[in-house]
């Protein structure tokens, strides 16, 4: 059995459609794909549909964003309740925060690359959630940069002149959320420091305390010393022990099945479900 529980279509930040993850998530010869775009549930239906034809175990999910402290925090939610108010305003929130934050950094960057508005919008026609991915397809078709890593690494880093944040809910107010409305949340790449910031052994303490279930272990972003690190967090604080791949299409190198999670963590995902 291969598992894979976080990937991304052109719903957010990954290129291929919600169909299109499901048929390569089968061809990469994966059992289980959760779908986990970010703040956003409008692939899940086509997913499904698209997992029901193929005869894949398909995981419905969401990518939540998240603060805690002003630090950046993921949480993917597994069964999240389609039409739950509070989720539903949670996401909207959101989705309309990352708007008018990236529409601030498009016109920061403006003042020193040739970069509009409609430019951006043109690589997020599909996307229900824009994210700084968006920028960087626009900056690479404008010739700034050969791809989105390098226009990551020169202007849409968390400490470029350039970045804005976004708001996005409490950790913990999310975690509570969604526990209470029977999703499963697991922490997302808990060791990842895209920010220059790890998160404290702490705030995991209190994610658990508010009803987190799982830590996403396995993941590209952690270095073998973190995964031992987390492993250990994750014992000794039961929560699940998983790992996926983040898969983005071609908008980054995760690859389906890269990293997996095990059956048996899988099954306490799903004895869990509200
Ligand atoms: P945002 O959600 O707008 O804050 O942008 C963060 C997203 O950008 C993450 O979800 C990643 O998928 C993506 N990302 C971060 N770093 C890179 C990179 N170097 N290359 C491509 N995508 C990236
Ligand atoms: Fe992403
Ligand atoms: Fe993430
Ligand atoms: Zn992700």
């Not at 010739?143 to 968390?158: H, P, S, T």
Request: aromatic share 6%; hydrophobic share 40%; proline share 4%.
């Amino acid at each position: 059995m291969r598992i894979d529980l976080h990937t991304h279509s052109f719903a957010s930040d990954g290129t291929d459609s919600p169909s299109e993850v499901v048929r390569a998530a089968d061809a990469a010869g994966l059992d289980v794909v959760a779908l986990t775009d970010h703040d956003s549930m409008v692939g899940l239906e086509d997913a499904a549909e698209t997992a029901g034809a193929l005869g894949i175990n398909f995981v419905p999910g969401v990518e939540v964003s998240c603060t805690h402290r002003g630090v950046s925090i993921h949480v993917l939610a597994y069964w999240p309740d389609p039409s739950h108010p509070d989720i539903v305003s949670m996401l909207e929130r959101t989705r309309a925060a990352r708007i008018d934050r990236a529409k601030e950094m498009v016109r920061l960057i403006g003042l020193d690359y040739s970069l509009t508005w409609e430019d951006v919008l043109e690589y997020a026609g599909n996307a229900d959630t824009v994210g700084r991915p968006h920028i960087a397809d626009a900056l690479v078709a404008r010739g700034a940069f050969a791809n989105r890593d390098d226009a990551f690494a020169v202007v849409l880093a968390g400490n470029s002149d350039y970045f804005v944040p976004h708001y996005a809910p409490d950790v913990l107010d999310a975690v509570r959320t969604l526990r209470s409305t029977g999703a499963v949340p697991v922490f997302a790449h808990p060791g990842a420091d895209g920010r220059g910031q790890v998160v404290p052994t702490s705030a995991i303490e209190a994610m658990a305390r508010a009803g987190l279930v799982g830590l996403e272990v396995e993941h590209r972003d952690h270095s073998e010393v973190q995964r031992g690190r987390l492993a250990r967090i994750a014992e000794r604080l039961d929560l699940v022990h998983t790992g996926a791949s983040d898969y983005h299409g071609t908008g980054k190198l995760n690859q389906l099945g890269e990293n997996v999670t095990s059956p048996a963590a899988f099954e306490a995902l799903q004895a869990l479900r509200g």
